[in-house]
């Protein structure tokens, strides 16, 4: 197996990333320097995220993005809305819901594409939510949907087992009332997931950082999610907010690597 064949069989692990870089490197292929660049700056965290040097970094993947990407994005660039690059390669794309089923599999032989944002026109939420295409994902976001989503959408995912690799689902602005939180909540598939965001609903439930001003942060959580909780068990996405506060909520690539760097 290639180290390229390997990311996209293992798309969170960062030891095959480093082991993509390595080969690269020493055939000095040119997208070595996007990845080298993004494996560097993900290292930079906290306070220092606002350091001359990581400013430098960002700098450098923005330029290398804006000369190269379309090219380095090959077949993805004709297929979806958006894209984004992490760790080197396309991993985030944004596309309409009525495409995902039939553009999905040629985006995951073609890209270790992780994150997906869906957008309208929709097309059938119980359809998405019944396919095995998902079960490839780190991160979905169908957000601002409105009742395209609602409670029948919640509970569509929330009975699917090809949900069960999600670390983080946006489900923001979708009228989901406290009937689709709590299917949610009791969902076997999804009680691992470390963010499922239910900002702007009806019901809301997620936990998240107040900024107060003059660089003062505090966690927050709504009593609704000690309620679930209580009902439900423990859940990560219903847990306080820790760490870095400024940056919270952590970055989505982040929460779906898999650090297995010996």
Known sequence: MSAFDRVIAQPASLAARYALLAEWKATNHPQAALLDKQLE????????????????????INALIDQHGRAWAGRVADLVDLY??????????????????EVMPELQR????????????YGSIEAIA?????????????ANAGAVIGDRGAIALANSPHVANLVELSLMGDEI?????E??????????AKRISFANNPYDPTPRVIDEGDDNFLAFTPPAAGELEARFGKRPWL????GYLPTWPPDKDELALVNDCA
């Open 239 to 242: 847990a306080a907010p820790i």
């Open 177 to 181: 009332t406290q009937v689709g939180v």
């Open 41 to 60: 700056l993900r290292l930079i965290t906290g306070s220092d995220l606002r350091s001359s040097r990581a400013n430098r970094l960002v700098d450098s």
């Open 130 to 142: 019944s396919s095995p295409l998902l079960a490839k994902l780190s991160s979905l976001h169908l």
């Open 84 to 101: 984004q690059f992490h760790r080197g390669l396309v991993a985030e794309v944004s596309l309409s819901g009525e495409r995902f089923l």
């Open 110 to 121: 073609v890209q270790p594409v992780q994150h997906v944002n869906l957008r309208a026109p």
């Open 183 to 192: 299917a949610i909540a009791s969902s076997p598939y999804l009680a691992n």
